[in-house]
Structures are given as structure tokens and as C-alpha cells.
Nanobody
Framework: QVQLQESGPGLAKPSQTLSLTCTVS??????????WSWIRQPPGKGLEWIGY???????YYSPSLKSRTSISRDTSNNQFSLQLRSVTPEDTAVYYC?????????WGQGTQVTVSS
């Protein structure tokens, strides 16, 4: 059974960098054909895809967030991380990590991040 768990600060100030980590158990992030994604849901809105890091280490980002986003991985600890720079209150959301192959088959429980001064 694959499990994903998000971790990181729940509060960020405007202009800071938001950093979250997803720890994966029950499966390797380097397993062929799997993609490891970050998604968020702002209050009262739908899910928004942020980007992914592939099993190969390649990354792809949402065009609307690309200029502020970096996704990296730590294969020794089976983790992947999100950095979102220059945050504003509009980045307040529940942030999820998820595994993707033909669809999103495993999700973390989500972590609330609030951007406020």
C-alpha cells in the first residue's frame, strides 16, 4: 500500500518561499512510469495542479505558476518537495501530494498553508 504524507509549515508570510515535503512509503519515487505531483485547493475553489516530478527526475509545471515553482526530490529518503516563491495570500490553500500514472491513484491527506502577515 502506497502512502504519501505532506509536511511543512502551515503559515507563511507574503513574499516568503513556501516549502513542503511529501514523504512516500510503500513504493519508490524512481519506479518507472510514475509521476509525483503537487496539487492545491484554495478555500471555496476547485483543485489546481501545480506540477510534477517524474520517476526520471524530469519536472513539469503549471504555466501559471512556473515562474515561482520548483519541485525536487531526495531519492535516498524517498521524498519530493515543493518550493513556491514570493507567496501572496492567494496562495493560501490545502496542498496535496499525489501519485500519478493513468490517473491520480494515491493522495496524501493534505496540509493547510495560510499566507498572512
Amino acid at each position: 500500500q502506497v502512502q504519501l504524507q505532506e509536511s511543512g509549515p502551515g503559515l507563511a508570510k507574503p513574499s516568503q518561499t513556501l516549502s513542503l515535503t511529501c514523504t512516500v512509503s510503500g513504493g519508490s519515487i524512481t519506479t518507472n512510469s510514475y509521476y509525483w505531483s503537487w496539487i492545491r485547493q484554495p478555500p471555496g475553489k476547485g483543485l489546481e495542479w501545480i506540477g510534477y516530478i517524474a520517476y526520471s527526475g524530469s519536472t513539469y509545471y503549471s504555466p501559471s505558476l512556473k515562474s515561482r515553482t520548483s519541485i525536487s526530490r531526495d531519492t535516498s529518503n524517498n521524498q519530493f518537495s515543493l518550493q513556491l516563491r514570493s507567496v501572496t495570500p492567494e496562495d493560501t490553500a490545502v496542498y496535496y501530494c499525489a501519485r500519478v500514472r493513468w490517473g491520480y491513484d494515491y493522495w496524501g491527506q493534505g496540509t493547510q498553508v495560510t499566507v498572512s502577515s
